[in-house]
């Protein structure tokens, strides 16, 4: 190998001034060249871009890959070159246990065919999540990923190339001042000129880099604007699955599990009036009006309170916020702060639970409670 023995010497050298003249800067006993007020507000635009960008770029890769291993694994498969393998979805491999234990149970059987029915839809999702990874990590991931790994490293390399050629002028400033011969000061004279000339070329080469980072923040604009619409498109084809299975389960579980707590007008011979949570839970709230007593001929000839079981699901805990006084034997009175137990039965009035206390039971009405669980 052949080695430069005068150029190896002559960049030890240079290093070396460079290094001395650092150091008195930092010491405070040399002067030092400041950059023009542009070119510094562009290196802070700058850094600030590339931090910000280095956050953003980890944290959408946490997001859309949650497993850290998983993601050493792509890291090693891209710095390797190499196709990274598909990944099962946890919906799809949610989905597939559903199916495969539908097989155990028996398909014909109502848990089994739901378990099929279910395990469907959520390979559904898991699908609609594997195209929502696809298309930010080619989008959004992709454009940050080579900001970073390549513009940025460009104007890194020219910056520190400009902190060396202002390293270098500064050093001809002071070797010009401590020159005492006209040789001497003639010579010094020539290399600061050079060495200028050299940093005013490096400045400007280095001024345009970072002038670019406009053009870096027009382009993420539009990878963010490419992101939020792969996001909204993968939240409403989830939305439509679960509405989707959400009708195949009503239609075929019917009234077999209906929702203890699901607020129907259409069952009841009364209007709703207000929300009973939003009325229930205001703090300092003053006592609410007495509710309709639902006690008409068609719901006291249906419902009669010491024949009301509970239901196997759907019981609830809840806090009395008003002392509450029972209008007959079919009402629970209640004490403010209590905690009470209360469901709700088929084609009871929705302003109205029933509420159980020890042995005592009875309706009570929805707008005195705060639901707990």
């Known amino acids: 190998m052949d080695f430069n ?14 290094a001395v003249q650092y150091t008195e800067e930092k010491l405070g006993q040399a002067e030092k060249t400041e950059l023009d007020a542009h070119l510094e507000n562009l290196i802070a635009r700058a850094d600030c871009t590339k931090n910000w960008t280095e956050k953003i770029f980890r944290q959408t890769e946490v997001l859309l890959q949650p497993n850290p291993s998983a993601r050493i694994e792509e ?40 378990l099929i029915t279910v395990g469907e839809f959520q390979k559904r999702l898991g699908g609609a999540e594997r195209e929502f990874l696809h298309t930010s990590a080619i989008n959004f991931l992709t454009p940050l990923r080579n ?30 001042k401590k020159a005492k011969s006209a ?22 080469v280095t001024r345009l880099l970072l002038e670019g980072i406009s053009s870096t923040h027009v382009n993420h604009l539009r990878c963010l604007h490419e992101f939020v619409e792969a996001q909204a498109a993968y939240y409403i084809q989830c939305h439509k699955h679960m509405q989707d299975l959400q009708k195949e389960l009503s239609c075929a ?28 839970t205001l703090p300092g709230a003053s006592s609410p009006s007495r509710p309709t007593n639902p006690s008409n001929a068609l719901e006291s000839s249906t419902l009669k309170i010491e024949e009301v ?32 137990t209360v469901y709700t039965v088929p084609g009871m009035d929705p302003d109205w639970l029933i509420g159980e206390r020890g042995n005592q039971k009875g309706k009570v009405p929805v707008t005195y409670l705060e639901l707990l669980s």
């Open 5 to 18: 023995v005068k150029k190896l010497a002559s960049d030890a050298g240079v290093f070396f001034t460079r």
């Open 75 to 114: 890291f090693f498969y891209e710095k390797l070159d190499r196709k990274i393998p598909s990944r099962t979805t946890n919906a799809e491999l949610l989905g597939q246990y559903m199916q495969d234990a539908a097989k155990e149970f028996g398909p014909g059987t109502p848990y089994g065919s739901t």
């Open 147 to 176: 900001f970073l790994e390549g513009d940025w490293k460009t104007i890194s390399k020219e910056r520190r190339l400009l902190e060396n050629r202002r390293l270098d002028l500064d050093v001809c400033k002071a070797r010009l």
């Open 183 to 204: 040789e001497a000061k003639a010579a010094a004279e020539h290399e600061l000129r050079v060495a200028q000339t050299e940093f005013d070329r490096q400045a400007e």
């Open 253 to 280: 579980n019917g009234d077999t599990f209906p929702n203890a707590f699901a607020v129907n007008a259409s069952t009841s011979g009364v209007s709703t009036g207000p929300s009973p949570l939003s009325t229930a």
């Open 309 to 340: 079981k509970p239901p196997a699901t759907g019981t609830r805990k809840a806090k009395v916020l008003y002392d509450y006084d029972a209008a007959d034997t079919s009402e629970l009175s209640l004490l403010s702060d209590e905690l009470i």
